[in-house]
């Protein structure tokens, strides 16, 4: 059995309310905090090596130490619950079961930050959150753990949520922070970065929900025994939450020293895949991320295990490798066709773009209708070249990650699965009926 420091009292019935939640120790970590100095919370954040857990992976402690602090300007923290990366829904759970972690995480954080209003923006579509979220807020402030002068210590601290309205790009911190102010969700070129100049042009952290979350038990167990659990620069434990052709879809919270092995196939995880099929590929980190064949997925190019953390999944760059990244875990069986999928992923990518780059903006929309003739059974071998050569010129010339984003599953598709989109082109009219998993296993 993992480690768990997020998901220890999950199951209790009724922890989603604050007199449960208080009865198994919470908000004892935000009394522990509020009696250290800013610093010292800061000296533990960074020694316990969390990194954040929205994707990209960056320092938690060496992002809150990147925050400017000019004379009399306001800062802000500001939670990232636009959760919309496809096969992602480990925040979701958090904050639908436990959402006095995460309000007592952000106690701790805007605490250290020095931030006296601190935001929640969440998905439009996690319509019934917000509610849960706005209960635990004033349950918390009824019992002095928000508001003015929190526990006598002179600390004050509002925390509004925010709906937002669909859009995936709101998920980038900056187009997150646009939307925030009230404007259309374009993404910000950085720098400067949000630590910089953020929200209203004030100094601000954006971090995922997850993140904040950690900074619980990091404060319980101390930073060192933080950063003892796991490996390497993996440290601590990361939820999963997996989907697509496995036993038992849900959230996991591992401690990142197992292997894809075991986690696909023990029980204690997913549970294996249905009706005995084989094991095609995975997307491990959300969609964005590339997509690996299983003979790479179980082993790296050097014949070692491939473990379920940052360094591993990353092993042999994008070649070979892929990400952790949102820890959105996507499993794919014999029968699945890749051409189709990557299809379905650049139609989304190419609606979610928000335009302002003509890389992403038409790259997206030509990547989507190559792919389409493709998988109809209507596409040239020279197609196949064209789509390698579209995703060539969008990456890295995009003012945000989504045109990496869009990119990277059409790369790896190709670099992996090329055999999959020749069938397609020489099988023009079994295309039109069946897939290339389910005619050629
Ligand atoms: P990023 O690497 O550009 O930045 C990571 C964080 O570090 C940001 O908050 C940034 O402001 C900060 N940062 C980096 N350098 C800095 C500096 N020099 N000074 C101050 N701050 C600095 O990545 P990103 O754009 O935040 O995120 C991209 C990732 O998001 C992708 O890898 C993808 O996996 C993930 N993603 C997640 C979801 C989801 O639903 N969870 C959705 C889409 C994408
Ligand atoms: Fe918008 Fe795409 Fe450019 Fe990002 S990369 S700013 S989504 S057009």
Same mark, same amino acid.
Not at 170 to 199: D, I, M, Y
Not at 262 to 273: M, V
Not at 325 to 343: A, K, P, R, Y
């Given at each position: ?28 970590? %935000? ?101 849960? =979220? ?5 349950? %918390?402030? %009824? %019992? ?6 929190? =526990? ?143 003979? =790479? ?145």
């Amino acid at each position: 059995m993992g480690k768990k420091l997020l998901l220890k009292n999950a199951h209790i019935e009724g922890i989603r309310y604050f007199e449960t939640y208080r009865k198994h120790g919470g908000y004892e970590a %935000a009394e522990k905090a509020l009696k250290m100095k800013p610093e010292e919370i800061l000296e533990e954040v960074k020694t316990s090596g969390l990194r954040g857990r929205g994707g990209a992976g960056f320092p938690t402690g060496m992002k809150w130490s990147f925050l400017a602090k000019p004379e009399g300007v306001p800062r802000h923290l500001v939670v990232n619950a636009d959760e919309s990366e496809p096969g992602t829904f480990k925040d979701r759970y958090l904050m639908e079961f436990l959402p006095h972690l995460l309000i007592e995480g952000m106690l701790i954080s805007s605490y250290t930050l020095g931030s006296n209003t601190s935001y929640i923006y969440i998905r439009g579509e996690y319509s019934w959150i917000p509610d849960i =979220l706005e209960e635990a807020i004033e349950e %918390a402030k %009824a %019992a002095g753990f928000l508001g003015k002068n929190i =526990l006598g210590t002179g600390f004050d601290l509002e925390i509004y949520v925010q709906r937002g309205a669909g859009a995936y790009i709101c998920g980038e911190e900056t187009a997150l922070l646009e939307s925030l102010e009230g404007r259309r969700g374009n993404p910000r070129l950085k720098p400067p970065f949000p630590a910089v100049k953020g929200l209203w042009e004030r100094p601000t952290v954006v971090n995922n929900v997850e993140s904040i979350a950690a900074v619980v038990p990091i404060i319980e167990i101390g930073g060192a025994e933080y950063a003892k659990i796991g490996v390497g620069r993996s440290t601590g434990t990361k939820l999963i939450s997996a989907c697509g052709n496995i036993n038992k879809p849900g959230v996991y919270e591992i401690d990142m020293t197992i292997t894809v092995e075991e986690f696909i196939y023990s029980d204690e995880y997913c549970g294996g895949i249905p009706n005995g099929k084989k094991l095609k590929a995975c997307i491990p980190g959300g969609s964005s991320v590339p997509i690996v064949p299983a003979n =790479l997925l179980l082993k790296t190019i050097n014949g070692e295990p491939r473990y379920m953390n940052y360094e591993s999944l990353a092993d042999g760059g994008f070649a070979t490798g892929t990400m952790m990244g949102s820890g959105g875990f996507i499993v794919l069986d014999e029968d699945q066709c890749v051409v189709n999928h990557t299809m379905t992923l650049a139609r989304f990518y190419n609606h979610e773009s928000c335009g302002q780059c003509t890389p992403c903006r038409e790259g997206t929309g030509w990547m989507y209708k190559i792919l389409k003739k493709i998988e109809k059974g209507e596409g040239k071998m020279e197609d196949i070249d064209l789509l390698w050569d579209i995703q060539r010129k969008i990456e890295g010339n995009t003012i945000c990650p989504l045109g990496d984003a869009a990119a990277w599953p059409v790369a790896a598709a190709i670099r992996h699965f090329r055999d999959e989109f020749e069938w397609h082109v020489n099988n023009p009219e079994l295309s039109q009926t069946q897939n290339y998993g389910i005619a050629n296993y």
